[in-house]
């Protein structure tokens, strides 16, 4: 239960990196008002459209008595529009991270400059178009393993009780969980994590990882909150990722102590 709390702190400590380092900010808020603008539409465009695809979807309920059909459409309206939510919270952070590459990657070079003992940052070396290309690739693997999460809590959604009540908070999870991974990816990418390692690394520390990226996801259930939250979120995931692997963090910060260091166990080496 400890890495809960631990995430946490990862994520309020990245605001306050953020709120310290104001240029690196204000150049973090641009990608997130570019898609909280694209966002906001397509949610503008489903709650206006959205009654006619639920009526045009269930013809059956045509012959139903009143009040049966505009109930039973209503409902399945609701779901939609939530369903519709859940993808946009699930995919905000990556077609966020996919615009502004470069704001946050240099974002998060600062932040490894800022707390490495030595001073330096990892690099991966590629070229601006291929760290795009590799981005754009795990954000698409990523979207369709969530997508296979929202089909089946929205298929959950219906079992009473259990709909209303289990199935929420578990969405709010699987929600951190892939907030997580799509914002650690920025500092993992640079040291040749690939997707693959990416997620067993995080799976083998859930707790910490939900502690992160679960009230995140709440918070980002606000559109105007995840842009001013963006950038310190990405910071926080980079004092994150270094935790997860291992990595020294220059003494003296108040950040918090990675957890294999504070139970006394020697440092893991670093995933590649």
Same mark, same amino acid.
């Given at each position: ?11 309020? @400590?990245?605001?306050?990196?953020? &709120? ?13 008002? $570019?898609?909280?603008? +694209?966002?906001?539409? &397509? ?13 045009? &979807?269930?013809?059956?309920?045509? %012959?139903? #008595? ?31 991270? +996919? $615009? ?5 990657? #240099?974002? #998060? ?8 003992? %030595? ?7 590629? =070229? ?5 290309? !590799? #981005? ?22 219906? /079992? ?9 908070? !578990? ?14 990816? /920025? ?5 040749? /994590?690939?997707?693959?390692?990416? +997620? ?22 606000? =559109? ?6 963006? =950038? ?15 990595? @020294? ?7 918090? @102590? ?8 020697? @440092?893991?080496? =670093?995933?590649?």
């Amino acid at each position: 239960m400890r890495d809960l709390g631990v995430g946490f702190q990862y994520l309020v @400590e990245g605001q306050r990196w953020a &709120a310290r380092n104001g240029r690196q900010y204000g150049f973090g808020l641009l990608p997130g008002l $570019i898609t909280l603008v +694209l966002y906001v539409a &397509a949610l503008v465009a489903l709650g206006v459209w959205g009654g006619d695809f639920v009526t045009w &979807a269930t013809p059956f309920a045509d %012959d139903w #008595s009143s009040p049966w059909p505009g109930l039973f459409r209503g409902f399945l309206l609701v779901v939609l529009f939530a369903l519709g939510l859940l993808l946009a919270v699930l995919t905000f952070t990556a077609v966020t991270l +996919l $615009i502004g590459q470069p704001f946050y990657e #240099s974002l #998060s070079e600062a932040v490894d400059r800022d707390v490495s003992p %030595d001073g330096t940052a990892p690099e991966s070396g590629l =070229p601006l178009w291929r760290e795009l290309w !590799i #981005s754009a690739r795990d954000s698409l693997r990523v979207l369709v393993r969530a997508g296979v999460w929202g089909v089946l809590l929205f298929g959950l959604g219906f /079992v009473p009780f259990v709909g209303q009540t289990v199935v929420p908070v !578990i969405g709010f999870f699987v929600t951190g969980f892939f907030l997580t991974e799509e914002l650690t990816a /920025v500092a993992l990418q640079r040291r040749d /994590v690939d997707l693959r390692a990416r +997620l067993a690394l995080l799976r083998s520390r859930k707790t910490l990882v939900w502690g992160f990226g679960t009230p995140l996801g709440l918070a980002f259930l606000v =559109p105007v909150v995840a842009v001013f939250l963006m =950038p310190g979120a990405v910071a926080g995931a980079t004092l994150m990722a270094r935790d997860l692997l291992g990595e @020294e963090t220059r003494d003296g910060d108040d950040r918090p @102590e990675p957890d294999h260091l504070a139970a006394g166990h020697p @440092e893991d080496e =670093p995933t590649r």
